[in-house]
Nanobody
């Protein structure tokens, strides 16, 4: 299983970023996919989840209305569109899939700062 995130970077408050996760090594269309984030010294928190078909999504209260999770099962990719970013969104963002084991990407840093 391999999960590779991309798209992080430095953005000003109120700005937008799109993160992407490229997945391989498993049948992508069979499994729900997740985005987590982690701030140094704090526990990793679930940001958003998308069902295997993409028909159902769930979000942490802190990002509802600002973030949109989506997936393309034809390309084995998942995205997280982040808008109206705030300083408290600064974190390392991880792509995740829970199979028999829990798999993580290497993470991508998102920094929201003026």
């Amino acid at each position: 299983v391999q999960l590779v995130e991309s798209g992080g970077g430095l953005v000003q408050p109120g700005g937008s970023l799109r993160l992407s996760c490229a997945a391989s090594g498993f049948t992508f269309s069979w499994f729900d996919m997740n985005w987590y984030r982690q701030v140094a010294g704090k526990e990793r928190e679930l940001v958003a989840r998308v069902s295997s078909t993409g028909d159902s999504t769930n979000y942490a209260d802190s990002v509802k209305g600002r973030f949109t999770i989506s997936r393309d099962n034809s390309k084995n990719t998942m995205d997280l569109l982040m808008t109206n970013l705030r300083s408290e969104d600064t974190a390392v963002y991880y792509c995740n899939v829970q199979l028999a084991l829990n798999y993580w990407g290497q993470g991508t840093q998102v920094t929201v700062s003026s």
